[in-house]
């Protein structure tokens, strides 16, 4: 079995190129995701605001 380290190299170079375009890739989803979190994070505080102002005490059932 002849095996150029050559082409080894060659190959795992390209290999890393991949998965660091991979990586960038990945970044950026996480970075959209992480926005879209905060978004959200952003309306649920602004709609949950009134309705905990205007939230009454619950009534226990079990008394008369």
């Given at each position: 079995?002849?095996?150029d380290a050559?082409?080894v190299i060659?190959?795992?170079?390209?290999?890393?190129?991949?998965?660091?375009?991979?990586n960038?890739?990945?970044?950026?989803?996480?970075?959209?995701l992480?926005?879209?979190?905060?978004e959200?994070?952003?309306?649920m505080?602004?709609t949950e605001?009134?309705?905990t102002?205007k939230?009454?005490?619950?009534?226990?059932a079990t008394?008369?």
């Amino acid at each position: 079995m002849n095996i150029d380290a050559n082409e080894v190299i060659q190959s795992l170079g390209q290999k890393i190129s991949q998965l660091e375009v991979d990586n960038a890739v990945k970044d950026v989803y996480i970075r959209k995701l992480e926005k879209d979190i905060a978004e959200i994070k952003e309306s649920m505080t602004k709609t949950e605001m009134p309705q905990t102002a205007k939230s009454e005490p619950a009534v226990d059932a079990t008394k008369p």
